[in-house]
């Protein structure tokens, strides 16, 4: 459904796209080409995945889909070397806080569509936000299916794209803090290191999924493990002493500002 593919940017969120939509047959390896910045992360990606690459861009007018894999900052001198897109071209950007406003201005013949994935993207559990003017066509539905062979896709409008960007899309971040001060805990308490690691990361992982497959409301799960007086309850009171709830929420807040930042 989409074309011939030129990918922008194979670093881990466009490798991570690339690799799982090859998997997937949403993209054939005879109809993909990347763009990157080492010859010898070209030959290492054909020799891996059997696609063709770059280091100059290549002729735009030859391609029916283009991902564009990079920072928000290097963005618009890439946005530059697309001008000659042909008309109707689909475009994609993984963008921080860049709007499809902006993205038009710079190429207005392409059909645009703005994508907010995240890094467990990379093992197919990934969680993405997607927009774009009409999300009912053909076109659209191939993008969607794109984002869909990495984990899980929202449709949605583009300011919620930009709020779940600093939930989900930076989300991995914020978990891993909270891992690593899981971990840190269990051995103030005389856990080995590794013991706490692996035991703080499937529980997160076991409550995570219980949240998905229950389908129940966070406060009623955590209401099922702590008893009147228990030990659990007790350990959630210090934690909220001590402000993690807030600082959570301030957190998230502080990451959508800054993508609102990048967007200007």
């Known amino acids: 459904m989409l074309g011939k593919t030129l990918c922008i940017g194979v670093g881990s969120m466009g490798g991570a796209l690339l690799r799982g939509a090859l998997q997937h047959g949403v993209l054939q390896a005879?109809?993909?080409?990347i763009l990157v910045r080492r010859e010898e992360q070209c030959r290492e990606l054909n020799d891996e995945l059997g696609v063709a690459g770059f280091t100059a861009m290549p002729d735009v007018r030859n391609y029916n889909t283009i991902l564009l894999a990079v920072k928000p900052q290097v963005l618009p001198a890439v946005l530059e070397e697309l001008s000659q897109v042909a008309y109707g071209t689909t475009m994609i950007s993984?963008?921080?806080?860049?709007?499809?406003?902006?993205?038009?201005?710079?190429?207005?013949?392409?059909?645009?569509?703005?994508?907010?994935?995240?890094?467990?993207?990379?093992?197919?559990?990934?969680?993405?936000?997607?927009?774009?003017?009409?999300?009912?066509t053909d076109v659209a539905r191939g993008v969607q299916a794109?984002?869909?062979?990495?984990?899980?896709?929202?449709?949605?409008?583009?300011?919620?794209?930009?709020?779940?960007?600093?939930?989900?899309?930076?989300?991995?971040?914020?978990?891993?803090?909270?891992?690593?001060?899981?971990?840190?805990?269990?051995?103030?308490?005389?856990?080995?290191?590794?013991?706490?690691?692996?035991?703080?990361?499937?529980?997160?992982?076991?409550?995570g999924k219980m949240a998905l497959d229950s389908g129940l409301h966070p406060a009623v799960l955590r209401d099922q493990v702590t008893s009147p007086g228990g030990t659990t309850i007790a350990g959630i009171g210090a934690m909220e002493k001590g402000g993690l709830r807030s600082a959570?929420?301030?957190?998230?807040?502080?990451?959508?500002?800054?993508s609102n930042e990048l967007g200007k």
């Open 30 to 33: 005879c109809d993909t080409h």
């Open 146 to 207: 794109l984002f869909e062979a990495v984990g899980e896709v929202a449709v949605v409008s583009e300011a919620d794209l930009d709020r779940l960007g600093a939930l989900s899309g930076a989300g991995p971040g914020y978990m891993f803090v909270i891992l690593d001060a899981l971990a840190d805990a269990g051995v103030r308490i005389g856990l080995p290191r590794q013991l706490a690691i692996k035991a703080a990361a499937q529980t997160m992982y076991g409550a």
């Open 94 to 136: 993984v963008a921080a806080g860049v709007t499809l406003d902006t993205l038009k201005e710079a190429v207005p013949q392409a059909k645009w569509f703005r994508a907010m994935p995240n890094t467990p993207a990379a093992i197919g559990v990934g969680m993405t936000a997607l927009t774009g003017d009409d999300m009912e």
């Open 248 to 258: 959570i929420q301030d957190g998230v807040a502080a990451c959508l500002a800054r």
